[in-house]
């Protein structure tokens, strides 16, 4: 077997027409996207009908390795399937002809290779229509475009009427909307150059859990945070910033990785915002008030991760309300901030989520961090895609952590404002 490392093979579809059975695969060869098709057995497709259901949330990853299983006679191979931070993996049976496949795919080192070299006999390049059936499962979560065009220009009056009044008169705050240049239905972002930093301690009881645990404050005095390094969130969903800006974010939350992860932002002089689970926040809240203390912003990721669009409004309500008073009992101040787990939201969320003075952050640019096996996946995702205008999505990981230095100091080489959201 060669050498060379093997990419992630990610699923992406599977189809037959009764007479040839296909997966068609997604991997990096020689740092290049490349989208591949495997002819497989009836046998085995069969396997991977019973096993797979894509969704707008799951994702699937083939292990390029095989096991023979004397007990039962026949060969095993492994697929994972990610769905935000639960994994599964399972084994299932597959045919000589599916193994040959797997062998082959371990010698893969580059797209030109494979075109050229005719021992690959089960594997061939998909076309590039094959390519845009990626960024359907991204590209459904976003918001439909509605009039964008006669919103943008009412808009545009109100702030030349508002900007001109403002400057007229002096005032010591002036507020600019800006807008980000996007085919998205993107909501408003105001950029505020004053805002108060002192934090309001909130008037609750901490809840029962919380009050058990020692929370140590840092008694070191705290870096001042200039105004101008915060977005303030004017719509009740955010998927982008605009051009020039870029916002970093982490998830799931907090962990034994978030001292770690703070410091090196600290280090860089950079804010970032973490969305935290309130589960989390109850094992480690002595992270919470760190984050806090170094000036970054936290908002909520529900309490235990679950799919808040597929539960009751009441049970959305619950969570919510329970997250929010651990979150804001440890940092003193209310949470407006919501990121749903998995990006699933419906209007009854966002109804709720409104009630309770909250706004919903999404994010335009994901390096997947969480399913990469080697952290410079990462670093070559961020270089590759766009960096203006976006809201990175981070996990609290040890790849993230290995790398984050690295994108810290390639978004400063490229002249973008890192902000945080509030």
């Not at 997604?26 to 797979?52: A, C, G, P, W």
């Not at 992270?287 to 990721?301: D, E, L, P």
């Amino acid at each position: 077997m060669s050498n060379y490392k093997t990419n992630i093979i990610e699923l992406h579809s599977i189809r037959s027409d009764s007479i040839l059975f296909l997966l068609n695969v997604k991997t990096i060869l020689n740092k290049k996207t490349v989208f591949l098709e495997l002819e497989i057995d009836s046998e085995t497709y069969d396997q991977f009908k019973k096993l797979v259901i894509f969704d707008n949330y799951s994702r699937y990853r083939l292990s390029l390795r095989s096991k023979w299983d004397p007990f039962r006679n026949e060969f095993l191979s492994t697929i994972t399937k990610s769905n935000g931070s639960i994994i599964e993996s399972y084994d299932f049976k597959c045919s000589e002809q599916y193994v040959e496949i797997l062998n082959q795919l371990n010698t893969i080192q580059s797209a030109k290779k494979l075109s050229i070299d005719q021992k690959y006999k089960f594997i061939t390049i998909c076309s590039e229509v094959d390519k845009k059936r990626t960024k359907q499962k991204r590209d459904s979560q976003k918001i439909p475009q509605k009039r964008i065009k006669h919103l943008i220009q009412m808009v545009i009056g109100v702030v030349v009427i508002l900007v001109t009044f403002f400057i007229a008169f002096n005032n010591i705050m002036i507020n600019v909307n800006i807008f980000p240049e996007t085919t998205e239905n993107e909501k408003v972002v105001k950029i505020s150059s004053e805002k108060n930093m002192n934090s309001v301690a909130a008037n609750t009881n901490k809840g029962d859990e919380v009050s058990k645990t020692d929370v140590v404050l840092n008694e070191e005095p705290i870096k001042k945070v200039n105004a101008e390094d915060y977005f303030i969130t004017e719509s009740e969903m955010t998927y982008s910033l605009p051009e020039g800006y870029a916002a970093i974010t982490f998830d799931d939350g907090p962990s034994k990785y978030t001292k770690e992860i703070v410091d090196i932002l600290v280090d860089q002089d950079i804010k970032a915002t973490f969305f935290f689970i309130g589960q989390n926040a109850v094992n480690y809240p002595q992270y919470v008030t760190y984050a806090k203390q170094q000036q970054m912003s936290i908002g909520s990721h529900s309490w235990e991760h679950k799919e808040l669009s597929e539960v009751s409004s009441s049970e959305q309500i619950t969570d919510l309300n329970k997250t929010n008073e651990v979150l804001s009992s440890i940092i003193g101040e209310p949470v407006t901030l919501l990121r749903p787990p998995y990006g699933a939201f419906n209007e009854q969320l966002k109804q709720n989520a409104r009630n309770q003075n909250m706004k919903m952050v999404m994010w335009n640019r994901d390096p997947e961090d969480w399913r990469v096996e080697d952290s410079e996946e990462i670093i070559e995702y961020i270089r590759e895609n766009g960096k203006s205008g976006s809201i990175y999505l981070f996990h609290e990981t040890s790849k993230t952590v290995e790398v984050l230095p690295k994108i810290l100091e390639y978004l400063k080489q490229h002249d973008i404002k890192l902000v945080v959201l509030q």
